[in-house]
């Protein structure tokens, strides 16, 4: 269980995440969404321990990781797919995913996991995990990563941007049964045929949270949100007027 | 051979045991082990130290091996090695030197090879240094390389320093004939108050020729690195020049590249980049459990890789 208490974050003189709280229970997708720079990353980053919060608590399991560094909450069961995933010189696909693993895994391992978002793995298992990828290819490696660890919460940022049609619904697929892999996922992302894997809905913008409830509930708003918006094409973006 | 010298030739030629086909085993300033083959003759040279080595022309998928290994401290040597690579051969040379320095006085070893490349013929050199030893004796190694490139011939170097030489200059040249293509994959770690040198100067003299240069390195601790590639196009060829450092700490690191085109058909690109490690690398990895230290080893051992 995650336990987001009165978290607030400011950086460059900029308050960019204020006063945010909400719970995450064990066995619950919680999608998060909202406009662009409203602090979504920033939220990500400060569960991972990328940066630290400036007052607030966060509380796994009982335990208040809030002082951990990031290897420490790594240890501990969190982990993140970042919204632009890093590429690394000389380091191989492979390499990557047994990194991630936190153990050599085999061949047939390493393609399960490729399969899973889309990459036809033997072309990618020896590649470089550098420049010469595609952006949607090391995005869906960042993925495939992630969804190689046993977690007590995985949080995946905008796992779709970028991607093809095609291998957006193998992903979907793969986050249908995500709940093998991880006790409770996090996700941040503007897609409505995401949004709807959802348990519970969290919508950020300017820093707070502006709604917050199960995904019944506060799905139907978001759609609403739109509904003065004509040029909206079905199952498409969500896009946020403010 | 004794354990400090098998465990250095292991670390600069990867040999476990004697190896098979062609070589010679310098020790401390002697020859200590030889053999020639059938196509392969290793000759003492006679007007200064050194060897010669003979391929004749046709020679394939043969290989020699002519490591250098100093455990002595205060050895100080220049040695000439030349390479006659007959036509349309194709061989693969390993050359490496180690230095154990076990005292106090400076140990160093200036090795300078020459190469002649016949026709169409295709080379791997492979060279790695390396430096050790509990003693304040400094390690030096001051290679020299110069490569001649006949019409259509192949020649890829691997070059290495990878641990515990203080000082090195690095000088190589190379002149190509037309069709004839180089490689050359320089990497490089230095540590502690080391210095190195590297200079390249490639001449593109032929039509078609046509040469690829990638030097990595890893900077830490105070130590400093100068990179200094020349390329020269004098007809219609293709030379790439790549440098990609890391920089850690309080080292210095400087490229100074240059490159001329004397024909408007040449074509000579350099790139280089000098930074720290990547912080977002730093973090995925943290977030996969790894300590920051951790990290850093794997994120430049894939560097280097
Ligand atoms: N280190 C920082 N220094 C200054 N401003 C920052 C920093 N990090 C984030 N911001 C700002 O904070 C705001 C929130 O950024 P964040 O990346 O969390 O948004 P987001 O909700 O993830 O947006 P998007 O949907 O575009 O990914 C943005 O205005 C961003 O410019
Ligand atoms: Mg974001």
Redesign the pocket.
């Known amino acids: 269980m995650l336990q987001v208490k009165n978290v607030s974050f400011a950086?460059?003189g900029?308050q960019?995440i204020r006063n945010i709280s909400f719970t995450l229970d064990d066995g619950k997708f919680l999608i998060i969404t909202?406009?662009?720079?409203?602090?979504?990353?920033?939220?990500a980053r400060l569960i991972m321990g990328i940066e630290k919060p400036d007052s607030g608590q966060i509380i796994l399991n009982g335990e208040d990781i809030t002082d951990l560094s990031i290897t420490q909450r790594a240890n501990k069961g969190i982990g993140y797919a970042f919204?632009q995933p890093p590429r690394f010189k000389g380091l191989t696909v492979k390499d990557l995913l047994s990194l991630a693993h936190g153990s050599k895994l085999p061949d047939n391992k390493c393609c399960d996991y490729l399969t899973k978002v889309g990459l036809c793995s033997k072309d990618y298992l020896n590649r470089q995990a550098d420049a010469s990828l595609s952006g949607g290819e090391i995005k869906r490696i960042e993925i495939a990563m992630l969804m190689s660890r046993n977690l007590n919460l995985a949080i995946y940022?905008?796992p779709e941007a970028g991607i093809d049609l095609w291998s957006f619904s193998m992903l979907v697929n793969s986050f249908k049964s995500i709940s093998n892999q991880h006790k409770s996922v996090i996700l941040?992302s503007?897609q409505e045929r995401i949004i709807q894997l959802a348990d519970e809905i969290v919508v950020?913008a300017d820093?707070e949270i502006t709604m917050q409830g199960s995904k019944d509930e506060i799905f139907p708003k978001l759609t609403g949100d739109l509904s003065g918006c004509d040029l909206k094409p079905e199952g498409s973006e969500l896009s946020w007027i403010k | 051979m004794d354990k400090i010298t098998t465990h250095m030739l292991n670390e600069v030629a990867d040999l476990h045991s004697i190896p098979t086909g062609a070589y010679n085993i310098r020790l401390n300033g002697k020859s200590e082990q030889r053999n020639s083959t059938e196509n392969i003759t290793i000759l003492t040279k006679k007007d200064k130290p050194g060897i010669d080595i003979i391929i004749k022309p046709n020679t394939k998928n043969e290989s020699v091996h002519i490591p250098v290994v100093l455990t002595e401290t205060g050895l100080d040597e220049v040695v000439y090695n030349h390479f006659e690579v007959g036509d349309n051969s194709d061989v693969l040379i390993v050359a490496g030197c180690g230095i154990h320095n076990p005292g106090s006085s400076k140990s160093e070893h200036d090795g300078i090879h020459t190469f002649h490349i016949g026709k169409n013929s295709k080379v791997r050199y492979i060279e790695k240094h390396y430096g050790e030893g509990d003693g304040s004796g400094e390690k030096v190694l001051n290679p020299t390389t110069e490569v001649e490139m006949e019409e259509g011939s192949y020649c890829e170097m691997e070059l290495t320093q990878i641990k515990g030489v203080d000082s090195t200059i690095r000088k190589t040249t190379a002149s190509l004939k037309s069709g004839a293509k180089l490689v050359v994959n320089e990497k490089l770690m230095t540590h502690g108050k080391q210095i190195a040198h590297s200079d390249i100067i490639i001449n593109l003299d032929g039509e078609g020729s046509s040469a690829q240069i990638i030097s990595r390195s890893v900077a830490k601790d105070a130590s400093v690195q100068v990179f200094h590639p020349i390329a020269v196009g004098n007809t219609n060829c293709k030379a790439h020049i790549q440098c990609d450092a890391i920089i850690m700490d309080k080292a210095k690191v400087s490229s100074i590249p240059e490159i001329a085109a004397n024909d408007a058909d040449a074509q000579i690109i350099h790139e280089a980049a000098i930074g720290r490690i990547n912080n977002d690398q730093l973090i995925k990895l943290q977030t996969f459990g790894l300590e920051e230290e951790e990290a850093e080893n794997v994120i430049v051992k894939g560097f280097l890789q």
């Open positions: 950086a460059d900029k960019i909202g406009p662009n720079g409203g602090g979504k990353s920033t939220l919204q940022d905008e941040i503007h950020i820093g």
